[in-house]
């Protein structure tokens, strides 16, 4: 473990987080076979860091009851109710755009399901992240999402952005020090809502698992 993560590790659990490490992706997943309740209700965020972990395998896989955003349906009230039910879950399961050195969690949606469900509802929250998602502060962290995050997931979800054709936000055309919500007028945006997590009140609901390894965008 380096010098930054368990720096990062300090100030995670200071923030009232629970903060864990793991080697590899693996060892994540051992941990939480053994430690969540079979038969619990899950879901997750729409997430390459748990695709590429195995940790959308595992709670999908048949030995909890998850709660599947691609079987959600297609009419507003379908959309609204498995949403409004993704609150009430056991575990909740996604990653963050980036991790303060501060131990604060930065995240940007589009349509606010991950931020909404992060900040309140689910009874516990498990926040996967690789090493790659650290950053010294919350300019950076916001930065990446401008540069990285934003622009790869919309390449991903086929979105017609500027960014998933520049590789980066437009805003990042007109200035070095764009404002955080600054960015394109597409009605195929997906920055629309931003949190930034600090510090929190429940010291038992939030883990943080940090895989060194380079996963997700």
Do not use: W
């Amino acid at each position: 473990m380096t010098d930054r993560v368990k720096t990062l590790i300090q100030n995670l659990e200071r923030n009232n987080f629970n903060a864990l490490y793991f080697e590899d992706s693996r060892s994540a997943v051992e941990y939480l076979k053994t430690n969540l309740k079979k038969g619990a209700t899950v879901t997750s965020g729409g997430s390459m860091t748990l695709a590429e972990s195995g940790i959308t395998a595992l709670i999908s896989g048949g030995e909890y009851n998850f709660l599947n955003r691609a079987n959600m349906g297609n009419s507003e009230e379908e959309f609204f109710e498995f949403y409004k039910n993704t609150l009430g879950c056991d575990y909740y399961f996604c990653s963050a755009n980036a991790v303060t050195e501060k131990g604060e969690i930065v995240n940007v949606d589009g349509l606010g399901n991950r931020i909404s469900a992060s900040a309140f509802g689910p009874k516990q929250v498990f926040i996967i992240m690789g090493t790659n998602k650290i950053v010294k502060d919350t300019t950076a962290a916001f930065l990446r999402v401008k540069t990285v995050a934003a622009p790869k997931n919309a390449v991903r979800l086929s979105c017609d952005t500027p960014c998933a054709k520049i590789g980066k936000c437009v805003s990042l055309l007109k200035s070095d020090n764009p404002g955080i919500t600054d960015g394109c007028d597409s009605p195929h945006r997906i920055c629309r809502d931003y949190l930034v997590m600090g510090k929190q009140n429940n010291t038992k609901r939030i883990t943080v698992i940090i895989i060194d390894e380079e996963l997700g965008y």
